[in-house]
Protein backbone atom coordinates (compact mmCIF):
# COMPACT_ATOMS: atom_id res chain seq x y z
CA UNK A 1 0.00 0.00 0.00
CA UNK A 2 2.80 2.64 0.50
CA UNK A 3 3.67 2.79 -2.90
CA UNK A 4 -0.38 3.41 -4.03
CA UNK A 5 -0.07 5.71 -1.43
CA UNK A 6 2.73 7.41 -3.33
CA UNK A 7 1.37 7.15 -6.43
CA UNK A 8 -1.77 9.35 -4.79
CA UNK A 9 0.81 11.54 -3.24
CA UNK A 10 -1.25 11.27 -0.10
CA UNK A 11 0.98 9.64 2.77
CA UNK A 12 -1.82 10.30 5.16
CA UNK A 13 -4.45 7.82 3.81
CA UNK A 14 -5.76 4.95 6.76
CA UNK A 15 -7.81 2.94 4.36
CA UNK A 16 -6.85 1.92 0.49
CA UNK A 17 -9.64 1.04 -1.91
CA UNK A 18 -10.44 -0.47 -4.74
CA UNK A 19 -10.79 3.18 -6.62
CA UNK A 20 -6.87 3.98 -5.15
CA UNK A 21 -5.92 0.32 -6.81
CA UNK A 22 -6.85 2.01 -10.42
CA UNK A 23 -4.37 5.14 -10.01
CA UNK A 24 -2.19 4.99 -13.41
CA UNK A 25 1.16 5.15 -12.16
CA UNK A 26 4.49 3.14 -12.78
CA UNK A 27 4.75 3.66 -8.74
CA UNK A 28 1.20 1.42 -8.34
CA UNK A 29 2.76 -2.47 -7.88
CA UNK A 30 -0.87 -3.61 -7.82
CA UNK A 31 -0.64 -2.81 -11.34
CA UNK A 32 2.81 -3.36 -12.30
CA UNK A 33 4.87 -6.43 -11.69
CA UNK A 34 8.50 -5.71 -10.17
CA UNK A 35 9.51 -2.82 -8.16
CA UNK A 36 9.17 0.47 -9.18
CA UNK A 37 10.87 3.07 -11.00
CA UNK A 38 12.52 4.73 -8.10
CA UNK A 39 12.64 4.77 -4.13
CA UNK A 40 9.00 6.13 -2.63
CA UNK A 41 11.31 7.65 0.18
CA UNK A 42 14.96 8.90 1.35
CA UNK A 43 15.89 6.29 4.48
CA UNK A 44 17.82 7.48 6.92
CA UNK A 45 21.41 5.62 7.37
CA UNK A 46 19.80 3.76 10.27
CA UNK A 47 17.38 2.14 8.11
CA UNK A 48 19.58 1.40 5.64
CA UNK A 49 21.83 -0.05 8.52
CA UNK A 50 19.14 -2.10 9.45
CA UNK A 51 18.00 -3.40 5.92
CA UNK A 52 21.99 -4.64 5.64
CA UNK A 53 22.24 -5.95 8.86
CA UNK A 54 18.85 -7.36 8.79
CA UNK A 55 17.87 -10.82 10.41
CA UNK A 56 17.23 -13.44 7.86
CA UNK A 57 13.34 -14.37 7.75
CA UNK A 58 11.34 -15.95 5.10
CA UNK A 59 8.93 -13.11 5.53
CA UNK A 60 7.30 -11.70 2.37
CA UNK A 61 4.14 -10.11 3.62
CA UNK A 62 3.43 -7.18 5.69
CA UNK A 63 0.25 -5.70 7.53
CA UNK A 64 -0.65 -3.12 9.93
CA UNK A 65 -1.90 -4.22 13.24
CA UNK A 66 -5.44 -4.12 14.10
CA UNK A 67 -5.01 -2.89 17.21
CA UNK A 68 -3.13 0.39 15.23
CA UNK A 69 0.10 0.81 17.89
CA UNK A 70 1.78 1.76 14.39
CA UNK A 71 3.37 -1.68 14.43
CA UNK A 72 3.58 -4.43 11.74
CA UNK A 73 2.39 -8.11 10.89
CA UNK A 74 5.18 -10.09 8.58
CA UNK A 75 3.77 -13.47 7.44
CA UNK A 76 5.55 -15.69 4.85
CA UNK A 77 2.93 -16.80 2.95
CA UNK A 78 -0.07 -14.91 1.42
CA UNK A 79 -2.67 -16.69 3.09
CA UNK A 80 -1.51 -16.13 6.68
CA UNK A 81 -1.33 -12.56 5.03
CA UNK A 82 -4.81 -12.28 3.57
CA UNK A 83 -5.96 -13.34 7.30
CA UNK A 84 -4.14 -10.62 9.07
CA UNK A 85 -5.11 -8.25 6.14
CA UNK A 86 -8.79 -9.15 6.73
CA UNK A 87 -8.49 -8.64 10.71
CA UNK A 88 -7.00 -5.16 9.87
CA UNK A 89 -9.90 -4.47 7.84
CA UNK A 90 -12.88 -5.92 10.13
CA UNK A 91 -11.26 -3.19 12.84
CA UNK A 92 -10.71 -0.74 10.30
CA UNK A 93 -14.75 -1.21 9.72
CA UNK A 94 -15.54 -1.77 13.38
CA UNK A 95 -13.65 2.24 13.82
CA UNK A 96 -15.88 3.88 11.42
CA UNK A 97 -18.91 2.59 12.80
CA UNK A 98 -18.15 3.50 15.84
CA UNK A 99 -17.09 7.30 14.59
CA UNK A 100 -20.18 7.17 12.63
CA UNK A 101 -22.34 6.44 15.89
CA UNK A 102 -20.99 8.81 17.75
CA UNK A 103 -21.43 11.56 15.21
CA UNK A 104 -25.25 10.16 14.40
CA UNK A 105 -25.99 10.69 18.50
CA UNK A 106 -23.95 14.16 18.29
CA UNK A 107 -25.66 15.37 15.22
CA UNK A 108 -22.05 16.32 14.21
CA UNK A 109 -20.58 14.88 10.73
Do not use: W
Not at 72 to 97: G, V
Request: charged share 25%.
Amino acid sequence: DPTVKFALRNFGLKRIYEKHLAIESPYNTYRNKGLPPGPICTPSLATIDAVLNSPKTDYMFFVAKKDFTQGHIFTSTYQEHLKYAKEYRQALNLQEQIKQKAQEETGND
